[in-house]
């Protein structure tokens, strides 16, 4: 019996057949699984074109039943390659897409980045066995916002105000002023995101990526610290290249060493990035070698 994605698409495709853009966009997603010999999923969002990030655009719940349509009928023995650009999103939902692709693959997963996976995507990939990326590449910081507000700031804010308050008892007032404007509870709320998000990327660094070394308690901190900590990297949205990548202790291995799995991917990469450009209202791509996907559309 069809399942979800199989229902969703036949209701999105009755009476209409494939364009060129996901003719041709399937094709090259083909060429690459002829050459690697490993499933492919496609988890692309079009935020760059859209100009804003609406959830459809983001990490969301909904995904899951997206990754569920891709993923069934495939040889999972094969294990997956997973393509990312998006902006990033919900904590729980990134969590919920590593657990099931982990259940479906076990630590067989590599994924790819040809030019951006911030955030939740950055939580993604580290779920994975290795990255790939490119010059142009870039991966982001891991720690929670709250809307256009940093967990970790609120939380330095509040220790300054403590030290100064300390130090100065005339200053409380100021700081009485600045933190009547934070709702009860809000200083815990980020307190824990910052935790949840810190403890998932650990373990599934410990247990993937690492899972084989005798120090993989170490490499998975010194990394955790690297990424979530706006202390250092200043603004949530900041790039971080391959190369820095790489000095975190990531496993990283450049595109650039081999030059047809460079092509392949950068080509899937400009397809979908002429899909979204030639689709005004698509919001999401997640799609397989075998053109079985979901596209997820918006106003």
Same mark, same amino acid.
């Given at each position: 019996?069809?399942?979800?994605?199989?229902?969703?698409?036949?209701?999105?495709?009755?009476?209409?057949?494939?364009?060129?853009?996901?003719?041709?966009?399937?094709?090259?997603?083909?060429?690459?699984?002829?050459?690697?010999?490993?499933?492919?999923?496609?988890?692309?969002?079009?935020?760059?074109?859209?100009?804003?990030?609406?959830?459809?655009?983001?990490?969301?719940?909904?995904?899951?039943?997206?990754?569920?349509?891709?993923?069934?009928?495939?040889?999972?023995?094969?294990?997956?390659?997973?393509?990312?650009?998006?902006?990033?999103?919900?904590?729980?939902?990134?969590?919920?897409?590593?657990?099931?692709?982990?259940?479906?693959?076990?630590?067989?997963?590599?994924?790819?980045?040809?030019?951006?996976?911030?955030?939740?995507?950055?939580?993604?990939?580290?779920?994975?066995?290795?990255?790939?990326?490119?010059? *142009? $590449?870039?991966?982001?910081? /891991?720690? +929670?916002? #709250?809307?256009?507000?940093?967990?970790? %700031? =609120?939380?330095?804010?509040?220790?300054?105000?403590?030290?100064?308050?300390?130090?100065?008892?005339?200053?409380?007032?100021?700081? *009485? $002023?600045?933190?009547?404007? /934070?709702? +009860?509870? #809000?200083?815990?709320?980020?307190?824990? %995101? =910052?935790?949840?998000?810190?403890?998932?990327?650990?373990?599934?660094?410990?247990?993937?990526?690492?899972?084989?070394?005798?120090?993989?308690?170490?490499?998975?901190?010194?990394?955790?610290?690297?990424?979530?900590?706006?202390?250092?990297?200043?603004?949530?949205?900041?790039?971080?290249?391959?190369?820095?990548?790489?000095?975190?202790?990531?496993?990283?291995?450049?595109?650039?060493?081999?030059?047809?799995?460079?092509?392949?991917?950068?080509?899937?990469?400009?397809?979908?990035?002429?899909?979204?450009?030639?689709?005004?209202?698509?919001?999401?791509?997640?799609?397989?070698?075998?053109?079985?996907?979901?596209?997820?559309?918006?106003?």
């Amino acid at each position: 019996m069809p399942n979800w994605g199989d229902v969703l698409n036949e209701i999105q495709i009755v009476g209409q057949q494939p364009g060129p853009v996901d003719l041709v966009r399937r094709k090259y997603t083909k060429e690459l699984h002829k050459y690697t010999k490993r499933n492919i999923i496609l988890y692309y969002s079009g935020w760059l074109q859209r100009g804003d990030s609406p959830i459809q655009s983001m990490i969301y719940d909904g995904d899951i039943n997206c990754f569920m349509a891709a993923v069934n009928n495939m040889d999972t023995s094969l294990g997956l390659d997973l393509i990312l650009h998006t902006p990033g999103g919900v904590t729980s939902a990134t969590e919920a897409i590593v657990s099931y692709l982990r259940k479906k693959f076990d630590r067989d997963i590599r994924c790819f980045i040809p030019q951006l996976a911030m955030s939740g995507g950055t939580m993604i990939a580290c779920a994975s066995k290795e990255i790939f990326m490119g010059k *142009q $590449s870039s991966i982001g910081p /891991i720690d +929670p916002q #709250f809307g256009s507000m940093a967990a970790l %700031a =609120v939380i330095d804010e509040f220790k300054k105000a403590t030290s100064e308050i300390a130090k100065n008892p005339a200053s409380t007032p100021l700081w *009485q $002023s600045i933190f009547a404007k /934070i709702p +009860p509870g #809000f200083l815990v709320n980020c307190q824990q %995101a =910052v935790d949840l998000s810190q403890t998932l990327v650990k373990e599934w660094l410990i247990s993937g990526m690492f899972y084989q070394s005798k120090n993989a308690e170490a490499e998975a901190r010194k990394i955790v610290n690297a990424l979530n900590n706006h202390r250092d990297t200043k603004a949530h949205d900041r790039h971080i290249d391959s190369v820095q990548a790489i000095e975190m202790g990531l496993k990283i291995n450049m595109l650039e060493k081999d030059q047809k799995l460079q092509d392949l991917v950068l080509t899937v990469h400009h397809a979908c990035m002429h899909t979204f450009s030639q689709s005004p209202n698509l919001h999401k791509i997640v799609e397989n070698q075998m053109g079985v996907g979901t596209f997820i559309s918006g106003n």
